[in-house]
C-alpha cells in the first residue's frame, strides 16, 4: 500500500511505522521531515484480551494490538512521548514532541479518504460493514443534507479509521474548516430534529465526564459539571458515543496562526504556573487542536509581583481539548498555565495584540496541557 503522506498533515490522522505500530497525528503544524504524533497503539503477539488490556485487531495489517493511552490526558501524553526514540524538544511550541520522520512512516490514513471509501462502497459491502460504519456513513449524509457541509469537509478517524473497531468503539468523526465548524453549531438543533437518532449526552454522562475534567484541571466537580453543559460538540448517535473533532482546512494551515519558521516559544523557569483573568478577544481558532485563544483586559493574578520587563500576555494555547466549548468571544476567564515568551511573533500576533499593546518586539502566551501542571492548569469561564 503507498503510504501518500500529505502535503499538510492534520490532527487525528493516522499512520503505521514499518513495524505496524499506530499512530495518531497531534496537530495541525509539523516539520518538513517529520510529523507530530503519539503511538496510540502497540503491536503484539497476543490475541483474545485479558484482565489488563483489551486487545485490538486492525483488518489492515492483520495484526493484534494494545492501547498505549486509555484516556488522553497531558500526564499521559508526556508520559508517551517520554518512552519514544524520536522525542525531542520542539522548535515550533518549546516543548517535547515525538517527531517521526516522514520517510519512516509506512501506510498513512487520511479520515476524509475513509469517509468516501465507506459511502462509495456501501451498496456493495453494507452488510459487512460494521454497526459504526455504517453509522458513520448515515451521520455524513445527514451533515451534508442538514448542515450544508459538503462531504469533501468530513471525515472518519479512530479505529474505524484503521480498521480496528469493536462492539464498545466510539464513532469519530472530523469537521473540516472554520466555516464547517460554523455550520455545525448553528445546526445541531436541526440535527436533533432531524433523526431521533441524536441524543444529548444525559447528566449522569455529563457528571462522569466532570470527575475526569476535575481530576485533569484541579477545578471543582460542581464547576466541571456547569462547563460541560455548555459545550455544544457532545452528542450521541444510535448507542455510540460521537466524538467530533474540528481541523483547519488546507488553506486555514497556511496561514499559520500559531508561528513562522522564525518564531521561538521560550518557558520562563522561575514562572511554572501563572494565573490571570482576562477578556476573550478572538476564539475562531480554540476548537482545533493546539487551540488558540486571543485576549484582551489581561490582569496577572500570580504572581502578584511580575518580573521586571514582564512582556504582555496575548494569547492562550490549549493542548488539553477538555479546556475549550464553554466560552466564547466577549467570556471573561480565568486561566492558570505555564507562561512563554514569543520571540520574533507571527504576523496574526502582531495583528491582534497591536491595539492593546502598542509596539513591541515580545509578547508572551500561557500554555494549558503540559506536564508541568497538571492537574492545577485550567480555564474557568467567570460568568457561569
Known amino acids: ?34 510529523i507530530y504524533c503519539l503511538e496510540k497503539y502497540s503491536k503484539i503477539e497476543e490475541s483474545g484480551s485479558d484482565s489488563t488490556h483489551f486487545i485490538w485487531k486492525s483488518q489492515l495489517t492483520n495484526q493484534s494490538y494494545k492501547r498505549n493511552m486509555v484516556v488522553y490526558s497531558s500526564r499521559n501524553a508526556t508520559s508517551n512521548i517520554k518512552k519514544n526514540n524520536f522525542r525531542k524538544v520542539s522548535n515550533l511550541y518549546g516543548v517535547d514532541f515525538i517527531h517521526f520522520p516522514r520517510k519512516e512512516i509506512k501506510i498513512y490514513l487520511d479520515p476524509r479518504k475513509k469517509l468516501k471509501k465507506l459511502r ?53 468523526f472530523v469537521i473540516y474548516g472554520m466555516r464547517n465548524m460554523r455550520r455545525f453549531f448553528l445546526g445541531k438543533n436541526k440535527l436533533l430534529q432531524a433523526s431521533d437518532k441524536f441524543r444529548l449526552p444525559s447528566l449522569i454522562e455529563q457528571i462522569n465526564w466532570a470527575g475526569k475534567f476535575s481530576q485533569k484541571s484541579g477545578l471543582s466537580v ?11 460538540f457532545l452528542l450521541f448517535f444510535s448507542k455510540f458515543y460521537l466524538s467530533i473533532a474540528f481541523n483547519p482546512a488546507k488553506q486555514e ?21 501563572v494565573t490571570i483573568q482576562a477578556t476573550v478577544k478572538e476564539d475562531e481558532w480554540a476548537y482545533f487542536y493546539p487551540g488558540v485563544i486571543y485576549l484582551k483586559n489581561v490582569k496577572v493574578i500570580t504572581p502578584a509581583k511580575k518580573p521586571t520587563n514582564f512582556p504582555p500576555i496575548c494569547r492562550v494555547v ?14 471573561e476567564i480565568e486561566i492558570q498555565g505555564l507562561v512563554q515568551t514569543i520571540q520574533n511573533p507571527p504576523q496574526d500576533v502582531l ?5 492593546s499593546y502598542g509596539t513591541t518586539d515580545t509578547y508572551a502566551q500561557i500554555i494549558v496541557g503540559t506536564f508541568e501542571n497538571y492537574g492545577f492548569e485550567y480555564i474557568k469561564n467567570l460568568g457561569i
Open 351 to 355: 495583528t491582534s495584540t497591536f491595539s
Open 1 to 34: 500500500m503507498i503510504k501518500m503522506i500529505p502535503s499538510y498533515p492534520n490532527d487525528r490522522d493516522y499512520f503505521f511505522d514499518k513495524d505496524d505500530n499506530i499512530f495518531q497525528v497531534i496537530g495541525y503544524n509539523h516539520p518538513t521531515k517529520s
Open 222 to 232: 460542581d464547576d466541571c459539571t456547569v462547563f460541560i453543559a455548555q459545550k455544544k
Open 120 to 172: 462509495d462502497q456501501v451498496q456493495k459491502s453494507f452488510l459487512s460493514l460494521s454497526d459504526q460504519e455504517r453509522n458513520a456513513i448515515e451521520i455524513s449524509h445527514l451533515f451534508e443534507n442538514e448542515l450544508g457541509i459538503d462531504s469533501k469537509n468530513l471525515g472518519i478517524t479512530g479505529s474505524i479509521l484503521w480498521e480496528g473497531v469493536h462492539t464498545h468503539s466510539d464513532i469519530d
Open 318 to 331: 490549549v493542548f488539553e481539548h477538555e479546556n475549550i466549548g464553554y466560552y466564547e468571544k466577549g467570556s
Open 253 to 273: 494551515i497556511q496561514q499559520n496562526t500559531l508561528a513562522t519558521s522564525e518564531t521561538r516559544f521560550i518557558s520562563i523557569p522561575r514562572l511554572t504556573s
